[in-house]
């Protein structure tokens, strides 16, 4: 399948928030300031897809500092919805396009990787593994295009036709658009150079992507998904009874949003309650 077919625009009531990448059946990465007009951490998102198929989202996890947000899709099961894209490593001096392009634009971005691996520090002062690139269009202001995925010809990445040809002699993601250089001159966004994170690298940071997580979803087992990562500087709940009650509202809504069975959130919310029957008659705090 085309690399082409992996790119999601990202929307709420028609807002434009950004782009991200369908990576699995059941998540979309992006860059997490693309959903800072979003109305809260909890909106539900829209997310179109190539096809013009419109589905819905909600962030399920975020790193703060390396600008990075992960979308649960909702009723992902329901959907027939493409499996992971081909990927692989980025690596220097090798062409790469974009497929994707904002609403009301007509420009396809491309260009060329001119450092690669390399460690970037963000805007919000993390360090991610990315991809220094050149654009060869002159449309002087990236914004829109954050979030959108970066690929490469399949014989510059590594895959052979076997590893899947798309028709176009195959392709590779392997980046995730996330930064424009400013100006040195005036600090203007107006400049041909921009920074992407290695797709898979930034995958590497969210649990979901572990092997008994990807064992678990081929074998079309639902996905539970945690609460959000809270911010560094907020405590986690201290008290039973409040880990108690976030867990159970938790359970809720992904119960609500179809991601776990009715039995199986029975079946977690008996587990807790046992586990915390067990914690009371040791006096444990653990």
Known sequence: MST?????????????????????????????HCLAPSSGPDATLGLRLPDGRRLRGRVCDRITDVDLALIAVQDAHAHDLPPAPPTDRPRADVAWRGSYRPPREKTLLSGWVTHAPTVHR????????????????????????????????????????????????????????????????????????????????????FPYFDLPHLRDAANGKPVVLPGPRPPADVARPTSRGQGVDGFLRRLRQLLEDDLITPEDAAARRDRALDTLEEQFLRGSDD
Not at 182 to 199: C, E, I, K, Q
């Open 122 to 205: 963000s805007d919000a002062d993390g360090e991610f593994t990315g991809l220094q690139l050149t654009v060869d269009q002159l449309v002087h202001d990236f914004a829109g295009y954050s979030g959108s995925p970066v690929d490469v010809a399949a014989e510059e990445s590594g895959h052979g036709e076997e590893s899947g040809a798309d028709g176009e002699g195959g392709r590779a993601l392997v980046g995730l658009l996330m930064e424009q250089e400013l100006s040195r001159a005036d600090g203007s966004p107006d400049t041909n150079v921009a920074y992407a994170a290695s797709l898979l690298d930034a995958m590497e940071r």
């Open 4 to 32: 082409a077919a992996y790119w999601v625009h990202i929307d709420e009531d028609g807002l434009h928030l950004g782009a991200g990448v369908l990576v699995t059946r059941t998540f979309v990465l992006t860059a997490l």
